[in-house]
């Protein structure tokens, strides 16, 4: 199990931390999906085999264009 964090700087309240948490969570792989909404900090707990890109392109499938892979 891998843990990758985005920043995602356009969300803003809880309307966007579900939208993520869904579109992130209907993903294969993803065990759990935390939104900070303080932080704009996408916490994704995942398989090996599930790639960032791949989570990076269900965040921007939520409406949120940008967003910023972090070193763990
Ligand atoms: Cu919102």
Redesign the pocket.
């Known amino acids: 199990m891998i843990s990758a964090k985005f920043l995602v700087p356009a969300?803003?309240?809880?309307?966007?931390v579900r939208a993520v948490t869904t579109d992130v969570s209907s993903l294969a792989g993803v065990q759990r999906v935390e939104v900070d909404l303080a932080t704009k900090i996408v916490t994704v707990e995942h398989d090996q085999d599930l790639e960032a890109a791949t989570i990076i392109a269900a965040i921007q499938e939520a409406g949120y264009d940008e967003v910023q892979r972090l070193e763990a």
């Not at 969300?11 to 966007?16: A, D, E, F, P, T």
């Open positions: 969300v803003s309240c809880q309307h966007c």
